[in-house]
């Protein structure tokens, strides 16, 4: 069996790391680019933007929602145009966006991120709303990636916050997919597992800095992010940073749309998924309590009803992927049984 392997090329991260000497070393020529960003984000860096690319020769395409309608609007409106490299600057949705466009169009991508909400940054990984199925599309990983911490310092403590809990997720993802492994002789990289649960675990041990906002700590969730990104390059797919805790994610994203940021509910669903695996899930509670991230569905505003038709609804979602779910086959009644001992 094998499979393939595709990481980026560069990663460069420091404050003020986003400047034309770092882009023009990771893209060789000038002309002509396709900027991809978000609205508020050319707002606030207009300036260093028109700054760092001064050399470049580009247009500038804004995009408003994470989706694949979105992605093909940019598509349709570049037409016949000669672009030769994408570089998306934004969260990690404009981000999906500027992977799925390089990926259709066959060019180079350039990830610059302006938080730190989840691990998309590096992976080669696009998830968009809208399409046929709730989840990642592969795509190509960046060429390269330039993470410039003065810019991710300022944005929004909760998306900062989100990183951090997306992370957490890799505890019972990995643990999912040697499971699959085991139950269903698919493939699994021992190497990849443990640098993504490795990622895991650095954040959890910085997880207090960073509900704080320190430096170091949120470097350290930035490097995380980055390295859990990269794992699912080295696996040649998401195994290793989505599991039945993402499954949930998923699940909530249909049945109750637009509660909640995508890491405060898979920090929640860890909890849940982590007992099942007779893990310490108090400590993985206690983790997200420090840093400032929820640690029950109600302080996202999803009720007890939808939460239990989500984990049930959860394992149809990739019936293909063998995870703790699907071998639990959970009812209502127990899982109620759960919510209520963990309190979540």
């Given at each position: ?8 090329q560069?990663?460069?991260?420091g ?92 060019m ?14 590096a ?64 493939y ?44 699912g ?45 007779k ?66």
């Amino acid at each position: 069996m094998q499979h393939i392997m595709e990481l980026p090329q560069i990663v460069i991260i420091g404050e003020g790391s986003f400047n034309k000497n770092s882009i023009s070393h990771i893209l060789k020529f000038k002309n002509k680019g396709l900027i991809i960003t978000g609205p508020h984000v050319l707002k606030i860096y207009n300036r260093e933007i028109d700054s760092s690319l001064s050399e470049f020769s580009y247009d500038t395409f804004i995009v408003n929602e994470p989706t694949y309608n979105e992605a093909e609007r940019v598509l349709a409106d570049i037409g016949s145009s000669n672009y030769l490299f994408v570089i998306g600057i934004g969260g990690g949705k404009t981000l999906d966006i500027a992977k799925y466009v390089g990926f259709k169009l066959n060019m180079p991508v350039l990830s610059v991120p302006t938080n730190a909400s989840n691990d998309g940054i590096a992976s080669p990984f696009s998830s968009l709303r809208g399409g046929k199925y709730p989840y990642s599309l592969k795509v190509k990983p960046p060429l390269g990636v330039i993470a410039d911490i003065s810019i991710i310092m300022k944005a929004p403590k909760g998306q900062i916050n989100s990183g951090l809990g997306d992370l957490i997720g890799k505890i019972t993802s990995v643990r999912d997919w040697y499971l699959g492994w085991k139950k269903n002789g698919e493939y699994y990289g021992e190497y990849a597992s443990k640098l993504a649960l490795e990622s895991a675990r650095h954040a959890l041990a910085s997880a207090e800095g960073i509900g704080n906002l320190q430096l170091d700590s949120v470097k350290n969730l930035l490097e995380a992010l980055i390295s859990a990104g990269v794992a699912g390059g080295i696996a040649g797919s998401s195994r290793p940073l989505s599991g039945s805790e993402h499954l949930i994610t998923h699940a909530l994203d249909v049945l109750a749309p637009g509660l909640g940021m995508h890491g405060e509910k898979v920090g929640i669903n860890t909890v849940f998924t982590s007992y099942l695996y007779k893990l310490n899930w108090n400590k993985i509670k206690l983790s997200l309590s420090k840093a400032g991230l929820p640690v029950s569905y109600k302080e996202l505003g999803i009720n007890r009803n939808t939460i239990v038709k989500a984990i049930i609804m959860a394992p149809t979602l990739r019936p293909e992927r063998y995870t703790i779910l699907h071998q639990m086959q959970l009812s209502e009644s127990k899982i109620n049984e759960i919510l209520d001992y963990l309190e979540i």
